[in-house]
């Protein structure tokens, strides 16, 4: 207690502290189902006769076209509901409350009788006290740990090894080990509600369209414009008119190369999927070629769930501008997105269709070819003596604010897709997708534009919308590389021709105003301007 100053107050300061102990957090609750053995057997048993319920359709190339679209709806959701239901039968869903953390998948049986025996020891010298069995746990207990070390350590060196040329897996790892993976599985606050989360991603693109259209009158650029001719792009003899069907070994290497993850909209787990894919192979392939040779998605693939991560594992979890959304799609969506892009890749690669200075998302043109090429350049550049003027642009919610008309436009008119093959309009269209939280699922809302983060088309769609850029900026003479929606421009000139880099600023006038007209919101705050060149300089 403090004593009274009369100048101040006629009451006395107390000031005290305890400590308050924070409630346990609420315990996890989850879905799955008991899969022993037994179950799976039992469930290979019961495949044949589920789906002998599927309708039989005539799958060839040449005799698809009567198909209608809600046929092949209903032929893919008989398909794949009749697995549920058969998987409900013999291991429906419980309800489970996560309880205990899964072991370390380094932790073997040695380390775990070390551990105890360390235990059995520790026991020892509590109820004896004497120094000799305190000795003899203390060594005991460095030896465990010297075990536990090593087998850590194996672990990663083999996995590291397996996976040497997977950049993006060897990435992912060390931001693993070091703490600082950027995908981490947030803890959401109990407040916050899966329509909170749906409401601000909606509201946040909204807000960027609608800050494009009041730039769209002060802009003379017509999105039209530059889609240029097929003649000009590639011919008129390299056009796609069609997708070919995919044979069983194609499908087959399609599923081993994918990775087991679930989503929930998934029939079954994607590992149950792949262990009885001999028996069911049929039938998706026959799902697969549908949707191929028709040139229409079925509805139940063009569902997709939002998952909400973190951008930062630093960043507050209570507020929504911290999350980035990804889209969760169902596991077979994805096989027939893979079978499309592999096709459109060929296409694209065979006619010299991609940008020449696009890396990502197509093959042996990584993050390393990007840094590579523009630090080769700027390195060149400064030991002729030249200062290099570096600018990165950043765009607000890229993949989210596509418009789908200019889009297919592109895809039509300056890739040369047409026909069956112009499959891109029915993915495209009459998508939907929801967001959950906490196990509580949001409204569904509908998707007018954009194109899917988490999808394997997603990205690739996006390099395509971007073609014309890449004309525009060569024009001005700039040199720049991408990578997906980051762009990077870079102008090197002699200490004295300061005059050039106008050039520079009327490329970048001529970026934004493109980029205003295909509606895409230049981040001027997250734009950056870097210098280089050398020291004296």
């Excluded at 990435?171 to 080990?177: K, N, P, Y």
């Excluded at 008129?236 to 290497?253: E, G, H, K, R, V």
């Excluded at 028996?279 to 949707?291: E, G, H, K």
């Excluded at 997906?484 to 870079?490: K, V």
Aim: proline share 5%; hydrophobic share 40%.
């Amino acid at each position: 207690m403090f004593p009274q100053n009369p100048l101040l107050s006629d009451h006395c300061l107390i000031t005290f502290e305890f400590l308050l102990s924070e409630p346990p957090p609420p315990a996890k609750g989850f879905y799955s189902r008991r899969l022993s053995d037994t179950a799976v057997a039992l469930f290979k048993e019961a495949i044949p006769s589920a789906l002998s319920s599927v309708p039989c359709l005539k799958i060839q190339e040449d005799s698809c076209e009567n198909l209608s679209p809600s046929q092949i709806d209903h032929f893919v959701d008989t398909a794949t509901g009749s697995l549920r239901v058969a998987l409900d039968a013999i291991a429906p869903l419980e309800r489970r409350i996560a309880t205990r953390r899964k072991s370390a998948p380094w932790y073997n049986p040695q380390t775990r009788n070390l551990k105890q025996t360390v235990r059995k020891l520790e026991r020892l010298w509590r109820s004896t006290k004497s120094e000799g069995s305190r000795l003899v746990w203390q060594d005991s207990l460095k030896t465990y740990k010297k075990a536990l070390r090593n087998a850590r350590a194996s672990y990663y060196s083999s996995l590291i090894e397996k996976n040497k040329n997977n950049s993006r897996f060897l990435f992912s790892t060390v931001a693993r080990l070091t703490e600082s993976h950027s995908s981490v599985e947030p803890c959401i606050p109990l407040d916050l509600t899966s329509n909170d989360f749906m409401n601000f991603f909606n509201d946040k693109i909204l807000t960027i369209k609608e800050k494009i259209d009041g730039l769209l009158p002060s802009t003379s650029a017509d999105p039209s414009s530059d889609v240029g001719t097929l003649d000009a792009a590639v011919g008129p003899d390299a056009c796609l008119d069609a997708f070919s069907s995919i044979n069983l070994d194609q499908l087959t290497s399609l599923f081993s190369k994918s990775k087991s993850s679930t989503c929930l909209l998934d029939p079954i787990l994607t590992k149950l999927l792949k262990e009885v894919f001999p028996l069911v192979s049929t039938s998706l392939l026959d799902i697969m070629n549908l949707s191929l040779l028709t040139g229409h998605v079925p509805q139940s693939f063009k569902v997709t769930v939002i998952k909400h991560l973190l951008k930062k594992p630093t960043l507050a979890s209570e507020v929504l501008a911290n999350y980035r959304p990804i889209s969760n799609l169902p596991f077979l969506s994805k096989i027939l997105e893979k079978s499309v892009a592999n096709q459109l890749c060929d296409f694209l690669q065979n006619n010299a269709l991609f940008q020449e200075f696009q890396s990502g998302f197509r093959a042996h043109h990584s993050t390393e070819t990007a840094l590579v090429k523009i630090t080769n350049d700027l390195l060149l550049a400064s030991d002729q003596g030249l200062i290099s003027f570096l600018v990165l642009l950043d765009l607000s919610a890229a993949f989210d604010t596509i418009d789908h008309c200019i889009l297919l436009q592109r895809l039509e008119h300056l890739i040369g897709i047409k026909g069956t093959a112009l499959w891109f309009k029915s993915y495209l269209s009459d998508r939907s997708q929801f967001v959950l939280v906490n196990g509580e699922s949001s409204k569904t809302n509908n998707v007018g534009h954009g194109v899917p983060q988490g999808s394997v088309l997603g990205p690739i769609l996006f390099t395509l919308y971007m073609l014309p850029l890449g004309d525009l900026i060569r024009k001005h003479r700039i040199n720049f590389h991408c990578y997906a929606d980051d762009t990077q421009l870079y102008l090197s000139i002699k200490p004295e021709e300061t005059d050039q880099l106008v050039r520079l600023q009327e490329c970048l006038g001529d970026i934004k105003t493109w980029m205003t007209g295909n509606f895409l919101m230049l981040n001027s705050e997250k734009t950056e301007v870097i210098p280089i060149g050398p020291e004296r300089l």
